[in-house]
């Protein structure tokens, strides 16, 4: 497993499946998988903050982004036999990187492909396609994600395997209540600009805000409150009933067990971790009908139209005054939440490693 993403991304959701598969396959020794230890700076927190991770790749801190890239391209890798290297991302070094090995891809999304205005500088960097190419087996996250990579790419001469993402064990309902959250709110999480399609929930809340006076829409991530979303929100008179706050890994559950309801109005998703993390603390919740969100919800949550402002606001409403509906999602978050564990992607992708050697 090359060190690629846990160099460039402190936090998401490609570095959290790899340190979830590493955490996996350090403490079961019955999937056959040696991981070999990358001797690297890093910057990803999944990695440097968990004990045994961090020992056995032999990772440190490495202060800066800066620091973890520029070494990650100096590096000679060292001459050594392997099976296979699972490649983390795509930058053009890793190509090149212990040409004797099988490959492995996993492709997340096909999110820069289909919708280009959305890039950002790294994927001007990336031979996404190149190591698709060359791959010995591919994984996909989604069924969505196989589809949109079948239709872009063509035929591919490597199988394809789908092998969702799990979700980490401290998303539970048990989670206490933070001091500093609303005693009633609305959650979202990530990234609100483009196509995660945040402003669709903006203006949804607006039009039930008179309904719900106590209620308060709490934005947990994705940098603060930008000038466009301030004049947006006065505009909607609603600022005194916006938040955006950052919370830590560890407090995100948190965040998820202690909301009224969760919401997902992205239009494009490779899988949506968010989505699993909301149903295993037992939150009902609402997703946009779109790409990976119905493969992954299921019938544990409750749809609207991708954008779709008055549609999404008669969902809200549905879901805040019906407590029988609200119980009903909340149990069947709990057991869909069951059936993805990062114990069961490790014993997937280990079964795609043995079957690649085969």
Request: aromatic share 10%.
């Amino acid at each position: 497993m090359d060190e690629q993403i846990f160099a460039l991304q402190p936090y998401g959701g490609i570095s959290r499946l790899f340190a979830s598969l590493a955490r996996q396959f350090f403490g079961r020794p019955d999937l056959n998988v040696e991981l070999l230890p990358l001797a690297a700076p890093v910057i990803n927190r999944y990695v440097l903050d968990d004990d045994l991770v961090r020992e056995r790749l032999a990772v440190w801190d490495a202060g800066h982004e800066y620091k973890s890239v520029v070494r990650y391209f100096m590096r000679v890798q060292p001459r050594r036999h392997l099976d296979i290297v699972h490649n983390t991302f795509y930058l053009p070094h890793g190509l090149a990187s212990y040409p004797g090995a099988r490959r492995i891809v996993t492709v997340h999304d096909m999110i820069p492909e289909l919708l280009p205005k959305t890039r950002r500088r790294i994927d001007f960097l990336t031979l996404k396609k190149r190591y698709v190419k060359s791959a010995d087996h591919i994984i996909c996250v989604s069924e969505a994600t196989r589809d949109d990579l079948e239709s872009l790419y063509g035929p591919l001469k490597a199988p394809i395997s789908v092998i969702h993402h799990g979700v980490d064990p401290h998303f539970a309902p048990s989670a206490p209540k933070l001091d500093t959250l609303p005693e009633n709110y609305l959650l979202f999480v990530g990234h609100r600009g483009q196509y995660k399609d945040a402003r669709t929930l903006i203006e949804a809340f607006s039009v039930i805000k008179d309904r719900f006076p106590h209620l308060t829409l709490l934005f947990v991530g994705g940098g603060s409150l930008t000038l466009e979303e301030h004049a947006l929100l006065d505009n909607l008179g609603i600022r005194a009933r916006v938040l955006q706050t950052t919370l830590s890994d560890a407090d995100m559950p948190s965040a998820y067990a202690h909301a009224t309801a969760f919401v997902f109005p992205s239009r494009f998703e490779g899988f949506g971790i968010p989505v699993l993390e909301a149903f295993a603390c037992g939150v009902p919740t609402v997703l946009a009908r779109a790409t990976s969100l119905p493969e992954v919800g299921s019938d544990a949550a409750i749809y609207f139209t991708p954008g779709n402002i008055k549609e999404l606001a008669e969902n809200l409403i549905h879901i805040l005054e019906n407590n029988p509906l609200r119980e009903k999602l909340s149990r069947r978050g709990l057991m869909r939440a069951s059936e993805f564990t990062w114990k069961r992607s490790a014993e997937q992708t280990a079964r795609v490693y043995a079957q690649t050697l085969d």
